[in-house]
């Protein structure tokens, strides 16, 4: 093999053993632009949290365009409780901490990794948000079905197949106006059950966003 199409070769292998990381992980880039900007000293040691936890990620989170996403719809609600599933080290939950901060609201959030659920309560305490956080160690499809006060947005991001029966266990919880929306309705294949659910029922309107990416769908429960 001539010496340019080998160096060509060895640099396609380099990349293809990069690029499904780099993928598994969401991180390809961003469609919004613009930095996010601080409008109060609590809002900076936030945003300072996201940006040290997205730096130094060991496990999965959500892209930044999709954790902006969810506090520009938590806040534009004006959400008094949000609900997550899938907690990992607390990077999306921050972001709705951002607007629930705003808001006055508060958040539940589910995780079932003993490590990463401590690591989110350490990221929450950082960023000085804990008081408004309360961080559930477990099997989410059980213990949320303890919550019994109502609900402004569900965010689902926990185990793929099981997004189903978080939506009926949680959308009589939801209150009429609430939003749900869930995470990787792109990448990797969601759950066909999942989608017909969000998209047939009459009482609910789907519009799915940045699926160039990881996908989100966000569902407005309309009564
Ligand atoms: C993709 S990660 C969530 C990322 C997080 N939302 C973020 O953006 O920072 C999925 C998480 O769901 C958790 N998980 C999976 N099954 C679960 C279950 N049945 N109950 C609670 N958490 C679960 C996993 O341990 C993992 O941390």
């Known amino acids: 093999m001539k010496k340019g199409r080998r160096a060509a070769l060895r640099a396609a292998l380099a990349l293809s053993a990069i690029a499904p990381v780099a993928l598994a992980q969401g ?13 109060s000293p609590e809002e900076r040691r936030i ?9 130094n990620h060991r ?4 892209p930044e365009d999709d954790g902006r996403l969810l ?10 409780h949000a609900v997550e599933l899938g907690t990992s080290t607390g990077y999306s939950g921050l972001w709705l ?29 950082r960023a000085g948000v804990a008081q408004f956080a309360t961080a559930v160690l477990g099997d989410a499809h059980v213990e949320v079905t303890k919550l019994k006060d109502s609900i402004d947005l569900v965010f689902i991001d926990a185990d793929k197949e099981g997004y189903l029966d978080y939506l009926r266990k949680l959308l009589p919880l939801v209150r009429a106006g609430g939003l749900v929306v869930a995470h990787n309705m792109a990448s990797p294949p969601p759950d066909p059950a999942y989608v017909s659910a969000i998209t047939t029922d009459p009482a609910l309107e789907t519009v799915f966003l940045n699926m160039h990416d990881a996908g989100v769908g966000v569902t407005l429960k309309k009564h």
């Open 97 to 125: 901490l951002l607007a629930l901060s705003k808001t006055g609201g508060r958040l539940t959030t589910f995780e079932i990794d003993r490590e990463r659920h401590a690591m989110a309560r350490s990221n929450f305490e």
């Open 59 to 62: 496990y999965l989170s959500v």
């Open 47 to 55: 945003l300072d949290v996201l940006a040290d936890v997205y730096r």
């Open 71 to 80: 506090r520009v719809l938590a806040e534009s609600i004006g959400a008094n």
């Open 27 to 39: 991180r390809r880039g961003r469609a919004s632009e613009g930095a996010v900007r601080a409008n």
